[in-house]
């Protein structure tokens, strides 16, 4: 299985993104797909997900209510729209797939079997 992330660039604060997650090499609607982000210094954090058996989702905190996380399984592709990007969204941003599971274990990064290269979003004026 290989994940393809995309999207990343330079942006000012207040600006959109929109992230995609291309997966291949097996059936990507069988699969739940997270978005996880690192930046400089810190863990790798969660940011959010959806499952494949009812396209329910999550976020963390940080994400609610700028975020939206969507899925494309005729083209293999998971979308991670950011609206109101602040400084602090700087990070690399991963994608990430596992086996269909619950929502509740769906932040728990030890839990995704596959993961994309990653995508470096910067936030700055």
């Known amino acids: 299985v290989q994940l393809q992330a995309s999207g990343g660039g330079l942006v000012q604060p207040g600006d959109s993104l929109r992230l995609s997650c291309t997966i291949s090499g097996r059936t990507f609607s069988s699969l739940d797909v997270g978005w996880f982000r690192q930046a400089p210094q810190k863990e790798r954090e969660f940011v959010a997900a959806v499952r494949w058996t009812d396209r329910s989702t999550a976020f963390s905190d940080a994400a609610r209510g700028r975020f939206t996380i969507s899925r494309d399984n005729a083209r293999n592709t998971t979308y991670l729209q950011m609206n109101s990007l602040k400084p602090e969204d700087t990070a690399i941003y991963y994608c990430?797939?596992?086996?269909?599971?619950?929502?509740?274990?769906?932040?728990?990064?030890?839990?995704?079997?596959?993961w994309g290269q990653g995508t470096l979003v910067t936030v700055s004026s």
């Open positions: 990430a797939a596992r086996n269909r599971g619950t929502l509740s274990s769906i932040r728990d990064n030890t839990r995704y079997t596959y």
